[in-house]
C-alpha cells in the first residue's frame, strides 16, 4: 500500500512507519510545516520516501492520511485529486478538543467521504464529529532501548513549551513538586523554564529539545516519571517512561487514568495525593521499581507496536475496500 502522510508529529509518525507499507512524505524547499521531510532525530525505516509537490501528482498513492484540516486543501491541490472520493482518505485527531468542551465541533464534522480515527478513547467521547464515521486506534510505539535504574533521586518530566503551554502542561505545578526532589524537565522549549518558575539549579535542571535515545537513557536513570498535563490527547513519552519500567505519577485527566493501572504508579485529581506519592517514591527505590516493572508490563501490552500496526492495517483496509 502506497500511504500519503505529512510528518506532523515525530513520535507517532514513527511508530505508524514501522509498518509494512510505502509512506510518501511530503517535502519542501524550506522544510516547513507542511513539508518538513523525512524524521532527523527519530529512527525511520528505509520504506518512508520523500516526495516534493510536484512530483505528487503523478504519484502513486492508495490512501491519504490526514491530520490538520488545511492537508484536505493540499492533498487535493498536490495529488489532483480529491481525498475522499476520487482517493480513500481517513483523518487521525491527535489532540482534545479545544473551546467549547464537551461541545466543540470537530473540523471534519458531518462528512461521508472520511473518517475520523483518535488516537484515544477519550477524544473519541469529548469530539463531536456529527455524522461523520469514527474510530480508535490507540497508541503504539517504537520500545525504547532504555531500561530503569532509578539511580537518581529525581522527578523527570518531558513536555513541550512548557513556558508557552503554562497551564496546559501543568507547568505552574512544578514548583511545587520540586520541593519534594529536584526536577529534570526535558523537551523543546525548556529553556526559559527556571527563569518562568524561579527556580534554582538545585530544584530544576532543563534539557531542551534532547535526541530521542539521549533522553530515553537519562530517564531511566530517575527515579519517578512526572505527568503533570492537564489537557492532552496522552502524551507518548508517558507510554515510553512506562515502557522504560519508571513509575508513574500523573493527573487523572482525559486518557491518562485508562492507561496508568493503580499498581503502575499514582493518579489522581488531587496534587497532595501525587505530592506524598512523589515523597514516598523518592525514599523507596524498591517500591519505585516494582510499580516501575508493572508499568512496562502494562505499556508493552498496551501500546505495543505490533498491535498498534496491525489495527492501522485492519482500517485501511476496510477504507480501500470500501472505496472500490
Known sequence: MNILLWHVHGAWTTAFVHGKHRYLVPVTDDR????????RTYPWPDTVEEVTPERLSTADVDV???????????AGQWLGRRPGTQVPAVYVEHNTPKGDVPGTRHPMADR???????VTHFNDLFWDCGSTPTAVVEHGIVEPRARYGGELARLAVVTNE???????????LM???????????????????PAALGLGGDRLQVYDDPPQADMHTELARRRVYLHLCRWTSLGL????AMTIGMPVLALATTEAAR???PDAGVVSTRVEDLFDAALWLIEDPEEARRMGQRARSVALARYGLDRFVADWDRLLEEELCASR
Open 237 to 240: 513519552s508517558l507510554i515510553e
Open 64 to 74: 491519504v492520511v490526514l491530520q490538520r484540516p488545511e492537508e484536505l486543501r493540499l
Open 259 to 261: 492507561a496508568v493501572p
Open 32 to 39: 516547513g510545516p507542511y513539508g518538513r521531510g523525512r524524521a
Open 175 to 193: 514548583a511545587r513538586f520540586a520541593a519534594a526532589a529536584p526536577l529534570d524537565v526535558f523537551g523543546m522549549g525548556t529553556a526559559g523554564l
Open 112 to 118: 461521508d467521504d472520511l473518517r475520523v480515527v483518535h
Open 162 to 172: 512548557p513556558v508557552r503551554r503554562g497551564r496546559v502542561t501543568g507547568t505552574d
